[in-house]
């Protein structure tokens, strides 16, 4: 069992890959934000890739334990400390019964941070996940975001804690987060609604080419950029609306850059899962982790045009690094 | 008489006013006590509340209304003179 004492801004139960497979029920898959940080944390505590553990976000999570247990944080620095002393990132460590760890706010770049502990979150799967789906309120720890005096049932880990502590992800294997003003470089195809029929060549070499800013008002739903005076290559939606963005509802593919009107939106896990918008391009699987290192507000992006075999070829790459074999002991 | 910092823990924009229509939580000059609402931080379409940890006076703010603000960013200026 873990006791959580603070539950911070908004953590959450998740697992990867989430609800998938229900999308045509209207169910987003949710899951971690940024799963390559997730996956690691797992691996390092020997759990499987996809175990549920919690998604900490800005901060502020306390949590005692209540048994011997091997834990990793990967992702955001928010100045962790175990019974009070700091501890490192994408780095196991043995707990024992009564040790507490906190985490602070963001002391430097990244938004979001992953607690692994071996045996995962026992938490009652829903449709066939643990992941939290905050809108639908379903998932995770009664389908809401974590608070003081809750009790996380843990399982039976499937690896010696104390043979799994003492490992760390090496250093090149860690990303390096943009900062704040800085931008991230983020993979995309182009999209099922892009140019000849939907923009001109001119609007998409803008997108592939603009240091989009990405907005405050930006959450696991979806990731809003700048505004936008798009050419378009249609005067208006026709029977799917009065606006050359509007199309007949259609479903939408996760990571799907959505453009309502001039605005451009990525839509995250959680996002809406069919709608009647152009959607121009999509962000590439490999590259959906980065979002969640992005800080509302503060981030920018520049998207990479990548084709479909190179975006495949990246997911490959991907699952590859995140491997037990690629750790070492610390 | 000392001069405590109050700081935002969260990244986001910082707002005065609880809407744009209302006054503002607190200005300079007025005196607070220990947990007063001094502004919100808006992010990912969530308000938090920035509250003072002291008592005092409000001596100046540090950033303006809908200011993108750091996390640890300080805010405000509260003195504890009587």
Known sequence: MLEVRNGGFETTVQDYPGRIGMLSLGFAPAGPMDDYAFRFANVLVGNPPGAAGL?????????????????????????????????????SYLVRAGDV???DYLQGAGFRTYL????????????????????????????RKLREGDRLPLGEPTTDPAQAAGRRVPASL??????????????????????????????????????????????????RLD????QWARTSGGAGGGHPSNILDNGYPVGAVNVCGDQPIILCIDGPTLGGFICNAVVAKAAMWKLGQM??????????????DEAIALVKKQDETIHESNLERS | MAEHTIKSP???IFYRRPSPD??????????????TVIGLVGVMKTFHQITSDVGGKVVRFLVENEEAIRPGQPIAVVSDEA
Request: aromatic share 12%; glycine share 12%; hydrophobic share 40%.
């Open chain 2, 10 to 12: 969260l990244p986001g």
């Open chain 2, 22 to 35: 209302a006054e503002p939580f607190v200005k300079e000059g007025d005196t607070i006590a220990p947990g």
């Open chain 1, 295 to 308: 800080v509302p507000g503060w981030s920018y992006i520049r998207f990479k045009e990548v084709t479909l």
């Open chain 1, 101 to 103: 760890l906190e985490f």
């Open chain 1, 227 to 230: 505004i936008h005076k798009w």
């Open chain 1, 116 to 143: 692994a502990v071996s045996g995962g979150i026992d938490v009652p799967p829903v449709l066939g996940s643990r992941a939290t789906y905050l809108p639908g309120a379903i998932g995770g720890l009664e389908g």
């Open chain 1, 55 to 91: 998604e900490i976000t800005a901060g502020g999570l306390v949590v005692a334990f209540h048994d011997e247990r091997a834990i990793a944080i990967c992702g955001a620095d928010m100045g962790a400390r175990l019974n009070g002393q700091p501890i490192e990132l994408w780095r």
């Open chain 1, 174 to 223: 860690v990303p390096a987060y943009p900062g704040y003003n800085e931008v991230w470089e983020v993979e995309a195809t182009r999209g099922p609604q892009a140019d000849p029929d939907y923009m001109t060549a001119e609007d998409m070499a803008f997108f592939f080419s603009h240091q989009w800013k990405l907005d405050a008002a930006s959450n696991r739903t979806g990731y």
